[in-house]
């Protein structure tokens, strides 16, 4: 797999922000593409053949790993075979063969990298698909302060007007997300007998009148009802996984009912949030499998963080400082899904990661003068860190919580 220093520049943040079913985007949509991919150029198989690697194998089942590979192929046949043993360059490796009357036509490597993304192997990175020149936020923050742009208008600089229309209708989905989740009620699949709890917190929220609680219980709801659409296999936007989209529509959802941005400010501001899971995905990675839940719900605090802060029009060195908080203080979270289900520990710490960035937020109005570490190094830091956490702890299911649960 290449590395992330040998990219050039940056891909749109349209690829960052995904549309599609849940439960996990590392491990149902990637692989639903790579499918796609071998279905499409392999249409004349009569068998497929496909072998979950590391993480895929370990937590497939309880993922749909292998559900949704075989909806894909369908209904030509699949046989498909788990190898949690065999070391390969990515933990979310799959090896996909077509045959023909026992020929075998064609096969290839696939690695899902996160956020839906995949890379097969051999195939050169697209040079075209890289549309931002820069590939740090030091290099973004001086063209940004030299041209006197706005996150925002750097994107649209780099993107073209475009992008506005398709942040429109990840904005739309998010908030089709929230209100589905809300309206939801009864237990999450998987046999964890995980009640869905989004109803219940928001109906709680009037109740105590305190400002305090109300933003509290009303965040932590529309994080719950994303992640558990996300649980239950509905349709919600990656931001920037599956495993973390309850964070980025929570809490702009509750700061635009507040305080009454208009929609094209919250397109803004899911703007300024892309450039940040951007280059977190472009320097590190936004794969629990491969760095742990920090690279997950780190990244998409993160993104809540600088989205808030264009919303509220901080300078680019409160932003900076609002991001690099929301990473530093999830630095070694474990990626440990009981069962392999995304529901357990994964759409509590949602919820905690939302008030997190609004925190981290207002750490940054007062305090970004004095900080001493820069985005890019957390990045840096998070990525080391990630590599350095046992495999236990990176979605596996073979430690942590997912161990010791009865």
């Known amino acids: 797999m290449a590395d992330p220093s040998a990219r050039a520049g940056m891909a749109s943040i349209r690829t960052l922000y995904k549309i599609g079913r849940g439960p996990s985007s590392s491990h149902t949509m990637g692989p639903e593409r790579a499918a796609r991919g071998m279905k499409r150029d392999f249409p004349q198989a009569d068998r497929f053949e496909v072998v979950l690697f590391g993480s895929l194998a370990k937590t497939g089942p309880g993922h749909g790993t292998d559900r949704i590979v075989r909806e894909t192929l369908a209904p030509v046949r699949t046989q498909i075979r788990f190898d949690p043993d065999t070391q390969t360059p990515h933990p979310n490796t799959l090896r996909l063969l077509a045959y023909r009357q026992d020929t075998l036509l064609g096969q290839r490597e696939v690695?899902?990298?996160?956020?839906?993304?995949?890379q097969v192997k051999g195939d050169p990175l697209e040079a075209e698909a890289m549309v931002y020149p820069h590939r740090s936020f030091a290099q973004i923050a001086a063209y940004c302060r030299e041209n006197r742009l706005q996150l925002w208008?750097?994107?649209?600089?780099?993107?073209?007007?475009?992008?506005?229309?398709?942040?429109?209708?990840?904005?739309?989905?998010?908030?089709?997300?929230?209100?589905?989740?809300?309206?939801?009620?009864?237990?999450?699949?998987?046999?964890?007998?995980?009640?869905?709890?989004?109803?219940?917190?928001?109906?709680?929220?009037?109740?105590?009148?305190?400002?305090e609680t109300r933003e509290n219980r009303l965040v932590c709801a529309y994080a719950f009802a994303v992640s558990e659409q996300n649980a239950a296999g509905g349709v919600i936007v990656t931001a920037p996984t599956c495993g973390s989209c309850g964070v980025l529509p929570a809490v702009l959802r509750y700061t635009q009912e507040k305080r009454g941005f208009s929609e094209e400010e919250v397109l803004h501001a899911l703007a300024a949030a892309g450039v940040i899971g951007n280059l977190i995905r472009t320097n590190a990675s936004i794969s629990g499998a491969a760095c742990g839940c920090q690279a997950e719900i780190g990244s998409a605090c993160a993104m809540a963080a600088a989205a808030l802060g264009q919303l509220y029009q901080m300078g680019l060195h409160q932003i900076e400082y609002a991001a690099e908080v929301a990473i530093e203080h999830h630095l070694g979270l474990t990626c440990d899904p009981i069962r392999g289900l995304v529901q357990i520990p994964c759409i509590e710490r949602n919820a905690v990661a939302a008030m997190r960035a609004i925190q981290a937020v207002n750490l940054a109005n007062f305090l970004s003068d004095t900080r001493k570490i820069s985005f890019d190094l957390i990045v840096e830091t998070m990525y080391e860190t990630g590599r350095d956490l046992s495999g236990r702890y990176r979605e596996t299911s073979e430690g942590g919580l997912a161990k010791l649960y009865p």
């Open 153 to 211: 208008q750097y994107v649209q600089k780099m993107e073209g007007e475009a992008v506005w229309g398709a942040l429109r209708g990840v904005w739309r989905q998010m908030n089709a997300a929230v209100d589905e989740g809300l309206a939801a009620s009864g237990e999450l699949p998987g046999g964890l007998q995980v009640q869905r709890k989004a109803q219940h917190l928001y109906a709680q929220h009037h109740i105590d009148e305190t400002r």
């Open 111 to 118: 690695y899902s990298i996160g956020g839906g993304e995949i």
